[in-house]
């Protein structure tokens, strides 16, 4: 079946690095994403992988993918109060597409 | 470049009366979605169209809710009778994806029509 997972809930130091870990259940996923939910607005998408890479980085985020443990990270880098959000990760049905969410991660951030 | 156009962002309504929620995806989009967002939770898919034709509605309560994608642009999701429990955010959202084309998959989200069922 299809499934996503990840922690609820992750507070860290302004400045410090955040890592928000997902697992997912559909191998035959060719992309994985990396969403932000900010209050009162839709998802944002932050960054993507390609199920044959894993890693990608992008300024403050990287994104770590161990295919073989179905295992998805996002790693921010000196954390900013305006990173305070709920992040999802999603992977995308090899069958027909769509996008399945996990239940969100939502990252608190202390000045 | 206009967004994912959803209205009305805001609707109380009481159990077993109607709703509709209207979405105008980004522009030469051909896939459109429909998730249920409830508070504290991820988005779950009701239902995907590409073009005017579904694709996935195996999660969309049939009993109650319906949608259409006419002419392959804006669509509506209805919900009659509403029930305590579909109180949540509908989110619209429209990707680029076509059959046999390759992409990347983005799904651009509106920003959603929150639904209070009293």
């Known amino acids: 079946g299809e499934d996503v997972e990840q922690s609820l809930f992750l507070s860290v130091r302004e400045g410090d690095s955040s890592v928000i870990n997902c697992t997912y259940t559909?191998?035959?996923?060719?992309?994985l994403y990396w969403y932000k939910q900010e209050p009162g607005a839709g998802l944002q998408l932050l960054t993507y992988?390609?199920?044959?890479?894993d890693m990608k980085q992008d300024q403050r985020l990287t994104v770590l993918l161990n295919k073989k443990d179905k295992h998805l990270s996002l790693r921010i880098a000196d954390t900013q109060t305006g990173d305070s959000a709920i992040y999802f990760c999603?992977?995308?049905?090899?069958?027909?597409?769509?996008?399945?969410f996990g239940q969100g991660t939502t990252l608190q951030v202390k000045p | 470049e206009a967004g994912v156009a959803q209205s009305p962002r805001y609707k109380i309504i009481e159990k077993r009366q109607s709703v509709a929620f209207w979405c105008n995806p980004i522009?030469?989009?051909?896939?459109l979605y429909w998730y249920q967002q409830i508070l504290g939770q991820g988005p779950k898919l009701l239902i995907q169209?590409?073009?005017?034709?579904?694709?996935?509605d195996s999660q969309l309560p049939k009993d109650r809710f319906s949608a259409e994608r006419l002419k392959g642009v804006d669509s509506t999701l209805k919900i009659q009778p509403a029930k305590l429990e579909d109180s949540a955010v509908y989110l619209c959202?429209?990707?680029?994806?076509?059959?046999?084309?390759?992409?990347?998959?983005?799904?651009?989200f509106g920003e959603g029509s929150r639904l209070t069922v009293l």
């Open positions: 522009s030469g989009h051909a896939t």
């Open positions: 992988i390609f199920s044959n890479m």
């Open positions: 559909d191998s035959s996923s060719t992309y």
């Open positions: 999603a992977e995308r049905s090899g069958n027909t597409g769509k996008l399945i």
């Open positions: 959202a429209s990707s680029l994806d076509v059959a046999g084309v390759v992409s990347t998959g983005e799904l651009f």
């Open positions: 169209f590409q073009n005017n034709g579904v694709v996935d």
